[in-house]
């Protein structure tokens, strides 16, 4: 009998992806390689370990900033040298910054606010620590005044030191001392609350003498009364000349140095953006793109540094209000062989990072994961492939021996989130079908009497037709019983004008 | 501020007698009103003239003659104008006129170094009449003592009172009596205790209280009559000076030799206990440099004896110049209360060190007090001082 057929159309897709991150290669942690003064993070939790290492060898004090503190081996660290008489100091911001922010921002897990609390109580009492919303520096200096040495980390004191693409600079004796004059100014001038006691938190008075801002310009900062960190990394943005490379977690589109950057790549120079594929950024890249940067993403970053012709940084501070404007932040500026490193690093995370940004890429130019900007690396996945199929609705033939002829069906449109660069639709051709209610049409015939020298004349009687023939509203329809009668029935339907159909 | 205590006996003696007790009597209080505003004796016809609307004037006599039966009135002969006793003035400023009673009385009498020989208060069998008062003395308790031959001779005090006349004041009721006349034997009844207490502040006098109750007699209408007055001191108080009751009281409560105290309280001009700094085990007493003394019983010639008391805020004073350095340091680390700076230490040393006028103690530098800090890192106070030091507030500019 008639069998339906399949029918096919391949439709290629010449439109846009939406604003997204492309995937250029797979997501892989940083290589925690120490180049000079730059540590960065890696398997070997060779960053981690900077950090602990400075706090056990330290003889007299320990000051430590951070925006949390979720690390229980530091922790032990800090709390096994107040046990042989190091004085510690710590500062982070507040348990309700800490928990907006942690809610807020995919980097944290929500267990980080618990794990802060409960390392905090373990230190109260043994070391001397204050908060304030805004501290949001990450430094740590061992012995300052008599043999300072320390870090500045662009990582919390979490697990970020062990898996985050971060940043750590060994500080100069000259710079460990800087930063705790910046400590103690903080400390004093800008702490709102000071632990005493397990869960008890006391308002902080004022000092017994307001103390000097350092004198020493080996590092940056931005306080509440300080930007230079900020005048700093506008200066190096400026005077970019031959390129300008520029790694930020954080980046808002109306802050003056993005829009800086943004001047800076269309004016011609080439400019490299790192950061992490996160739907609050997604304006700032999206202007930064459109004026011509190349934006590439880690699933990872959360270093911030700048390099350019005038000079290179690591720091703290994101590029938006709340770290160049208004928070404590830290950065270092960096001497021509250091920046020379940190040139070397970024052009490499430029091969390796695994994403990119692009505004309107055509989908035929990308093949593989995409994230949608707006979405992020949550729930913004999705895959650029060759081809998709779709399944077409069924189409009825006119005439069961003419299935070829068939019209196209209506193709529908494919899913909204689903790219590829075509699209293959797919459909069945069936047979048309007798309708139910048809009456069989039936022909005249002859019948001759069958008795001997009858002179009689023939009955008339009326037959089928072979095939048989039907009607129904108004239309003829010659039934295919068999296919060996496939042929009758096309001389038939095309006599009868009819149609031919199965049962 | 000193203060002693000690419970005292009352003996308690019932007697017949004539005792005049003040009464509230307005018709004699004005007689003697009279004769104290004429300041001149009286006559029956004054008395009739002024105050009695104009009586026979024998009306007036008899009035007069009956103010001279109450004491209130005095006249030098037999009859005639009569004028203003002493008796009288003291009821006009009483307001009360003595009027003998004659009947059974309990009388109490006090027997204290600190009081005077004395009756302190009297109080009346109270009876329908005379011989059922006489059977109140012969009550069982006091016929016992009659029966076993315990009637006793009217104690000497009660028979000088009446030889006297003197008037005394009743300690639990205020009331003026004076004993007239009195028998020669009484009983006596059960013994009470009262307490004194001498209440004496630096530079003023001695207060004298005494408090407790007494046992009345049977049938007056209670069983107990409270006592709360406040006396005057006596000479065996008056004649001692506050300084030299504290400091025995000081003497015998520290163990500190009254030669030392003595030393030491002129050399410093004031009243002070010279201690060695070790002694002063609480931070309360190191802080105020005062303390409490316990003094135990202890037993006077001219005062008599007094229960165990406490001679409080008693002001301590460094025995010695190393003492007193310990003790001033001990102050500068107790003083620092917040985050400080060498500046703030120097001058809370100094004025510490006024603390000690009469010695010469070296307050601790601040390089002094981050060394102790450093060595305690426990204490509180070390992070007030390692924590500024550390964090850049010692530095100099």
């Given amino acids: 009998m008639i069998a339906p057929i399949k029918k096919q159309k391949l439709v290629s897709d010449s439109s846009l992806l939406p604003p997204c991150w492309l995937r250029r290669g797979p997501t892989s942690d940083d290589t925690g390689q120490r180049q000079g003064r730059l540590q960065r993070i890696g398997p070997d939790h060779a960053a981690h370990s900077c950090l602990v290492d400075a706090v056990d060898n330290a003889e007299e004090v320990v000051i430590a900033s951070t925006f949390l503190l979720a690390d229980l081996a530091l922790t032990e660290s800090l709390l096994n040298a107040v046990a042989r008489g190091v004085r510690v100091y710590l500062l982070t911001a507040s348990d309700t910054q800490v928990a907006k922010v942690v809610r807020e921002d995919e980097q944290f897990d929500a267990r980080m606010v618990e794990e802060h609390k409960r390392l905090l109580d373990r230190l109260a009492g043994r070391v001397l620590l204050r908060s304030a919303e805004h501290f949001h520096a990450k430094f740590l200096v061992a012995d300052p005044g008599s043999a300072p040495s320390g870090w500045l980390s662009t990582a919390n004191f979490n697990l970020a030191l062990k898996k985050s693409v971060e940043l750590l600079v060994e500080l100069t004796p000259a710079e460990a001392d800087c930063a705790a004059d910046w400590f103690s100014w903080a400390f004093w001038n800008e702490a709102d609350k000071e632990l005493l006691e397990k869960g008890r938190l006391a308002a902080v008075k004022l000092p017994p003498t307001r103390p000097k801002a350092p004198r020493s310009n080996a590092l940056l900062v931005t306080t509440t009364e300080h930007q230079m960190l900020r005048a700093e990394v506008l200066r190096l943005i400026r005077e970019a000349k031959t390129e300008l490379l520029v790694s930020s977690y954080g980046m808002a589109a109306d802050h003056d140095l993005v829009l800086a950057m943004a001047e800076k790549a269309r004016s011609g120079v080439p400019v490299v953006v790192y950061t992490r594929p996160r739907p609050a950024v997604v304006p700032a890249v999206k202007l930064l793109r459109d004026a011509g940067a190349t934006i590439l993403a880690h699933d990872k970053l959360h270093a911030k540094a700048i390099w350019s012709d005038a000079g290179a940084l690591v720091m703290s501070a994101n590029l938006e209000r709340h770290g160049m404007d208004q928070s404590f932040e830290m950065g270092v500026a960096l001497g021509s062989k250091d920046a020379a490193d940190l040139k070397r690093l970024l052009l490499e995370w430029k091969e390796s990072f695994p994403w990119s940004f692009e505004l309107s890429a055509p989908i035929q130019s990308h093949l593989g994961e995409i994230c949608l900007s707006d979405q992020g690396l949550r729930s913004g996945r999705r895959d650029v492939i060759e081809e998709h199929t779709v399944a077409a609705a069924p189409v009825v033939a006119e005439d069961a021996l003419l299935l070829d002829r068939a019209p196209e069906p209506q193709l529908p449109a494919a899913p909204a989130d689903l790219f590829a660069h075509r699209v293959r639709y797919e459909w069945e051709v069936q047979p048309p079908k007798l309708p139910r209610n048809a009456k069989e049409k039936l022909r005249q015939v002859e019948v001759p009497h069958s008795g001997k020298g009858s002179s009689k004349k023939p009955t008339k009687r009326e037959v089928s037709f072979e095939p048989r023939l039907y009607r129904h509203g108004g239309q003829t329809y010659v039934m295919l019983e068999e296919l060996g009668s496939a042929d009758a029935a096309r001389i038939l339907a095309d006599k009868q004008g009819g149609k031919v159909v199965i049962r | ?397």
């Avoid at chain 2, 008037?167 to 009262?194: E, I, M, N």
């Avoid at chain 2, 007055?229 to 500190?256: H, I, N």
């Fill in chain 2, 1 to 397: 501020m000193i203060t002693l205590e000690r419970n005292i006996e009352i003996r308690a003696f019932d007697v017949e007698a004539t005792i005049a007790v003040g009464r509230e009597r307005p018709e004699f209080l004005a007689i003697a009103q009279l004769a104290s505003q004429w300041n001149r004796p009286l006559s029956g016809e004054d008395v009739t003239r002024e105050l009695l609307g104009n009586l026979p004037k024998q009306v007036g006599w008899r009035v007069v003659d009956r103010c001279i039966a109450l004491g209130l009135l005095e006249r030098e002969g037999p009859r005639g104008p009569a004028r203003l006793s002493e008796a009288g003035r003291a009821a006009l400023e009483t307001g009360q006129v003595l009027v003998p009673e004659e009947g059974t009385w309990r009388i109490y009498l006090a027997d204290d170094p600190l009081l005077e020989p004395r009756l302190i208060h009297v109080q009346r069998f109270v009876s329908p009449d005379a011989r059922h008062e006489r059977q109140g003395l012969r009550s069982p308790s006091h016929s016992r003592q009659l029966d076993q031959g315990a009637e006793h001779k009217t104690p000497g005090p009660i028979g000088q009172a009446a030889q006297t006349g003197q008037v005394w004041s009743s300690y639990a009721t205020g009331q003026p009596f004076q004993v007239r006349t009195v028998t020669g034997k009484g009983v006596f009844a059960s013994k009470d205790k009262l307490q004194i207490t001498v209440d004496w502040a630096p530079e003023a006098s001695p207060e004298l209280f005494l408090r407790g109750k007494l046992e009345l007699p049977a049938g007056t209408g209670g069983k107990w009559c409270n006592i709360d007055r406040t006396l005057p001191p006596t000479a065996p108080l008056t004649s001692m000076s506050y300084d030299d009751l504290w400091k025995r009281l000081l003497a015998e409560g520290s163990g500190v030799r009254s030669n030392v105290i003595d030393h030491w309280c002129k050399y410093s001009g004031r009243l002070v206990l010279p201690v060695l700094f070790e002694q002063c085990v609480s931070d309360k007493e190191r802080r105020e440099m005062r303390r409490e003394v316990a003094v135990p019983a202890l037993s006077f010639d001219a005062l008599g004896s007094f229960d165990a008391s406490t001679l409080a805020g008693v002001e301590m004073i460094p025995i010695n110049d190393e003492d007193a350095e310990d003790w001033l340091h001990w102050f500068q680390w107790d003083g620092v209360k917040d985050y400080a700076i060498p500046e703030q230490l120097r001058e809370l040393g100094r004025l510490l060190r006024e603390r000690f006028p009469h010695h010469a103690p070296q307050p601790l530098e601040p390089e002094d007090m981050l060394i102790k800090a450093v060595e305690n890192p426990e204490s509180a106070v070390a992070r007030f001082l390692l924590a500024p030091s550390d964090l850049g507030l010692w530095r100099k500019p």
